[in-house]
């Protein structure tokens, strides 16, 4: 059963290795935006998920977005849902226990897959993806529907990432999200999780 238990943000070790940093400015600047009393609130009501690893380290499952922005806004301690205490295994069984439970995807931004040696040993070092950021405006902006399967968001990303450009600015980014929506719904994207078809 997940357990809820606050841990310090420095101590956090991810499971993949990119971000959208676009995403991550936007939770930091909303974390920026509250009192103490609030965050912790709001940290309360949208814990992390993660595990126990080896020497009891916390591993993010999901929600590295919010992990990289609590530890950009400077936040020392977050709550987290435990879904799991692998602390008792090896390194390698550890990770292929993570795999088996779909909790770790070593993809770098430009849609490779790498190994577990090349993820980043702490949340600072989360590389960016802008595709990351495109696909999670996309399907808060109703493009695609939130599915539980598992890097849902990884597989938009590389659908849109040979087919829209993203610029510098956040002008071109916004335009970018307007191209994805398009695409979102098109026939295109029929076999990917969550589409639904617009009018």
């Known amino acids: 059963m997940s357990k809820l238990h606050e841990c310090k943000i420095e101590h956090l070790r991810p499971t993949q290795i990119t971000v959208g940093m676009i995403e991550v400015e936007d ?3 909303h974390l920026k935006k509250l009192g103490h009393h609030e965050i912790s609130d709001f940290l309360r ?10 020497e009891e380290k916390v591993y993010l499952t999901d929600h590295h977005h919010l992990g990289r922005a609590l ?9 987290f849902l435990v879904e799991a205490d692998f602390s ?7 990770w292929t226990t993570m795999h088996a439970n779909k909790w770790v995807h ?8 790498l190994k577990i040696e090349d993820i980043p040993r702490h949340i600072d070092h989360l590389r960016d993806d802008p595709y990351r950021s495109l696909a999670g405006y996309v399907r808060n902006a109703g493009g695609y529907e939130k599915t539980p399967t598992a890097f849902a968001e990884f597989l938009w990303a590389d659908f849109f990432r040979t087919r829209v450009k ?8 916004d335009k970018a999200v307007q191209q994805a929506l398009k695409l979102a719904g098109s026939p295109e994207a029929s076999g990917l999780p969550g589409y639904k078809a617009h009018k």
């Open 27 to 29: 939770k930091r600047e």
């Open 45 to 54: 009501d949208h814990p992390i998920p993660a595990v126990f690893g080896p």
């Open 71 to 79: 530890s950009e806004a400077k936040i020392e301690h977050g709550f």
């Open 88 to 94: 008792a295994l090896d390194e390698q069984r550890f």
């Open 106 to 113: 070593p993809v770098d931004e430009h849609g490779n897959r």
């Open 166 to 173: 993203i610029g510098s600015t956040r002008g071109d980014f």
